[in-house]
């Protein structure tokens, strides 16, 4: 099977799986997605989701959140992890915010880009799913999963997401990149499947014997 063969049974039979596929971050307005998928690093999504309604409760926007101080964000977002670092991001994305946009989160990647703790995914997420921008942001889920099923030779993420980007059309990297992240967790996780036992990976590779080996990002 050719790597654009694979690329179309992989994306048909995630949108049979997923034709809906909702944010797993809760949020309410563009600066809260913003606020949770920073605190996403390295933590789970369900763990972000049980520490939100907190910090949401005393600032829903970037002015509110100036008002906090960064102590006060440190304590309640400890149990992400990295709290040192994620709180002063906050606060100082919220500073940023008020002072150079309105306080709204800018669509744009450069200036999101730019702001405190917001790396090119925490960019992408809040671009396609804030404001419907196409992108197609790859964490190390993602990595993984396109590397088992032959998408990508997966060097690092910003391969793995330029190659993703050639195979797919634009019109489904939204929603594509999150149908991956549902599939992985429930069907093809690190260590439920190790490229021989979920349903894509045999459908992908039907006379794959050994585990393929996986670079990390």
């Avoid at 809260?32 to 369900?46: F, G, I, K, N, P």
């Avoid at 998408?151 to 059309?169: C, H, I, M, Y």
């Avoid at 093809?188 to 006379?207: Q, V």
Wanted: hydrophobic residues 40%.
């Amino acid at each position: 099977m050719k790597k654009a063969e694979r690329a179309e049974l992989v994306r048909e039979r995630l949108a049979e799986l997923y034709p809906d596929p909702p944010i797993p971050l809760n949020h309410s307005n563009p600066f809260t997605l913003l606020v949770a998928v920073l605190l996403s690093a390295q933590c789970t999504d369900e763990r972000v989701n049980q520490v939100t309604p907190k910090l949401f409760l005393l600032a829903r926007s970037a002015k509110k959140m100036c008002e906090v101080p960064v102590e006060v964000i440190l304590e309640i977002i400890r149990p992400c992890g990295l709290s040192p670092q994620k709180s002063k991001a906050i606060a100082g994305l919220s500073r940023i915010l008020v002072d150079e946009h309105d306080g709204k989160v800018p669509a744009d990647f450069e200036a999101l880009e730019r702001l405190p703790g917001v790396g090119h995914k925490t960019a992408s997420v809040v671009m396609a799913q804030a404001f419907g921008v196409p992108a197609f942001p790859v964490d190390t889920h993602i990595h993984r999963l396109a590397q088992r099923w032959g998408l990508t030779s997966g060097k690092n993420v910003k391969q793995t997401e330029a190659d993703l980007k050639k195979l797919f059309p634009e019109s489904c990297w939204n929603d594509l990149h999150l149908q991956i992240i549902f599939y992985g967790r429930e069907h093809c996780s690190a260590r439920g499947c190790d490229g021989t036992k979920c349903e894509l990976c045999r459908a992908c590779y039907p006379n794959r014997k050994k585990p393929p080996t996986i670079k990390k990002a």
